[in-house]
């Protein structure tokens, strides 16, 4: 089993310059180290770390960055989160990744804005998001429920949302505690299952979709489902022009179709079985915060899936490969027969354009059949991680 030194989770916070990030960072880990103020963006620097310890015995990295103004700056900062992300999720150490963003937003400012709950919906396809609602101290608790109302009404009834307040002030009107650290602390247990859920599955089965062709261009799968006819694309008169589309075509995806067999082999064979280490330690750490973690990964819908796809292609794919060899060379010959004469009459177009078709509808069928079978493995895979991780969850 892989050997994994450094157990932590690691979170980002994300908002509105002023919203009271780093602040909130501060209080979650009982320092003063992030830089707080009023007035100008104060935080210039982003992805500044902190490490803590949990009072649960897990270790937190606490990731702070420069507030989003409005406009092109504060898309910019989302795509360098994202950027970010993307960085950390090239390692295979599973603590090295981005497990949840804290995406801060000032309860003082009442109603949240259609531009900030997409930069939410934009974050939420990269990492668990969690929603503070910071200086919750300074609103009635009206306040807070209305924008968790309207947040949920947004986003989904199970969007995950805590009210804090990060600071200890005292004005005339009252008097502030700091308060809900322990329950976002909870809330970001859910973000290593999670960013497994989302990620894992890709990670083994995304090759398998996203397919290099002979240009080294990336393709995808789904574009071979909807492979067009020759009439669809105006080709269908099959002069000099669209005999070479049509070579080319043929060529690019031969290899693309080789491409996706090979990374077929290798998901069954290779990657799956690499996966369990992952899970495995996925588990073990889980199982040293909750004692209610399942002992293992026993459900097999995933496994099943894989099992389907695997007999199909050692049963099924050899026949669905031999027919897509023999319409291709059959229309290899008609092209040629039409290349090598001057004037061709139009039943020598019409069978060339008859294999076409028989060509293109043998390749519809075999993209069809292995995008259901990798969909059917991503879902299956997906959902038993999320399921696995609700269960250590449940305390
Ligand atoms: N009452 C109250 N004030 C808060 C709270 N959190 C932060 N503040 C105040 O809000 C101001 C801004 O806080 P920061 O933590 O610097 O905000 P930030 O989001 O990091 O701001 P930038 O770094 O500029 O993006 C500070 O004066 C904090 O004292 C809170 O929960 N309650
Ligand atoms: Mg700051």
Redesign the pocket.
């Known amino acids: 089993m892989i050997q994994y030194y450094d157990r932590r989770l690691n979170v980002v916070a994300v908002?509105?310059?002023?919203?009271?990030?780093?602040?909130?960072l501060?209080y979650l880990c009982g320092k003063d180290v992030?830089?707080?103020?009023?007035g100008?963006?104060?935080?210039q620097t982003s992805f500044d770390k902190e490490d803590f310890w949990g009072d649960n015995g897990v270790k937190y990295t606490l990731v702070?960055t420069?507030?989003l103004e409005p406009g092109y700056k504060a898309e910019n900062c989302i795509k360098e989160v994202i950027e970010y992300i993307e960085r950390c999720e090239q390692s295979e150490n599973l603590y090295d990744w981005v497990h949840s963003i804290f995406y801060?937003f000032a309860a003082s400012d009442r109603r949240i804005e259609p531009y900030e709950l997409n930069y939410i919906k934009i974050l939420q396809k990269h990492a668990e998001v969690v929603i503070i609602l910071?200086?919750?101290?300074?609103v009635e608790s009206k306040v807070v429920e209305d924008l968790s109302n309207q947040i949920k009404q947004e986003l989904g009834d199970d969007t995950q949302i805590e009210d804090?307040?990060?600071?200890t002030?005292v004005t005339r009107k009252r008097e502030?505690h700091?308060y809900g650290r322990e329950k976002v602390l909870g809330r970001s247990f859910y973000g290593l299952w999670n960013t497994l859920a989302q990620k894992l599955p890709m990670q083994v089965a995304g090759k398998c979709i996203h397919i290099k062709d002979s240009n080294y261009e990336e393709t995808n799968i789904y574009q071979l489902v909807y492979t067009p006819s020759l009439s669809q694309l105006g080709r269908h008169n099959l002069d000099s022009d669209d005999r070479e589309w049509v070579k080319a075509k043929v060529i690019d995806t031969n290899v693309i179709i080789d491409n996706v067999v090979s990374e077929l082999e290798n998901l069954v064979d290779v990657k799956w079985k690499e996966q369990y280490n992952i899970i495995e330690e996925c588990f073990d750490f889980y199982k040293g915060v909750s004692n209610k973690a399942p002992q293992g990964f026993c459900s097999d819908s995933s496994f099943s899936a894989l099992c389907l796809l695997y007999r199909w292609y050692t049963n099924e794919f050899p026949e669905y490969k031999n027919s897509l060899t023999k319409s291709r060379d059959q229309m290899a010959h008609y092209i040629k027969e039409i290349d090598s004469c001057w004037f061709f009459d139009d039943e020598e177009k019409l069978r060339a354009l008859i294999a076409y078709e028989e060509w293109r509808s043998s390749v519809v069928e075999l993209a069809f059949i292995v995008s259901i079978h990798i969909q059917r493995f991503i879902s299956a895979y997906s959902s038993e991680l999320k399921t696995y991780g609700s269960y250590c969850l449940l305390r």
Request: aromatic share 6%.
């Open positions: 908002g509105k310059s002023g919203v009271g990030k780093s602040s909130f501060n992030f830089k707080t103020g009023i100008e963006p104060v935080t702070d420069v507030g801060c910071t200086k919750s101290d300074a804090v307040c990060s600071v002030e502030s700091p």
